[in-house]
Nanobody, 119 residues
Framework: QVQLVESGGGLVQAGGSLRLSCAASGRTFSRYTMGWFRQPPGKEREFVAAITWNGDSIYYADSVKGRFTISRDTAKNTVYLQIHSLKPEDTAVYYC????????????WGQGTQVTVSS
């Protein structure tokens, strides 16, 4: 089993910054892609950012490009999401994801961390 635990969420004002962390434990995979998704209130879960196991490819949703930065520390089994210039539209539960490189792929999810942006 793989356990993902997010932290770093909170209540901030528009324009502020946060750094989210996701720590993986248990049966981890050295070649998995890790990412972040979010689910605004009343909306579907949406993709935010992802990074491959070796960091050679990074992907961002258009809505967060230029404001969010994803990174990972492989030795610590931790992925980060640095967020700047927060907007009220960023309010959501943010979920950490680990994608196992199998066919078909298998996804592990964290429990989520709440990010609330006030204006």
């Amino acid at each position: 089993q793989v356990q993902l635990v997010e932290s770093g969420g909170g209540l901030v004002q528009a324009g502020g910054s946060l750094r989210l962390s996701c720590a993986a434990s248990g049966r981890t995979f050295s070649r998995y892609t890790m990412g972040w998704f979010r689910q605004p209130p009343g909306k579907e879960r949406e993709f935010v950012a992802a990074i491959t196991w070796n960091g050679d490819s990074i992907y961002y949703a258009d809505s967060v490009k230029g404001r969010f930065t994803i990174s990972r520390d492989t030795a610590k089994n931790t992925v980060y999401l640095q967020i700047h210039s927060l907007k009220p539209e960023d309010t959501a539960v943010y979920y950490c994801n680990a994608r196992v490189p199998t066919t078909p792929v298998y996804d592990y999810w964290g429990q989520g961390t709440q990010v609330t942006v006030s204006s």
